[in-house]
């Protein structure tokens, strides 16, 4: 499913709330950024990344994380720690 969003598809949910999941439990973590890193080819969507803020200030480790959205659903996303409590995936 991922390999056809791009940053469109998450410039709507900017600011909004995501759902981590993990085995400890879950907690809220919000979209802070979008950003688009190049351009789209004919073969290949723009890439972009994504940065995510964890209200609770908690780091999880660098590793694919379950996350869920009222409107986009479940996405796995790799994640890796960039700061206390902010969270970086990047799509290529």
Known sequence: ?????????FLPQL????RLVDGSGSRD?????????GEATAERR???????RD???????QRIHRLEHA???VLELFLVPI????????FT
């Open 1 to 9: 499913m991922l390999d056809i969003h791009g940053v469109e598809t």
């Open 15 to 18: 600011h909004e709330r995501f």
């Open 29 to 37: 973590i919000e979209l802070v950024e979008v950003t688009q890193l």
């Open 46 to 52: 723009a890439p972009f990344s994504l940065v995510f």
């Open 55 to 61: 209200l609770e200030g908690v780091t999880v480790p």
């Open 71 to 73: 409107e986009l659903g």
């Open 83 to 90: 700061g206390p409590g902010r969270y970086e995936a990047i």
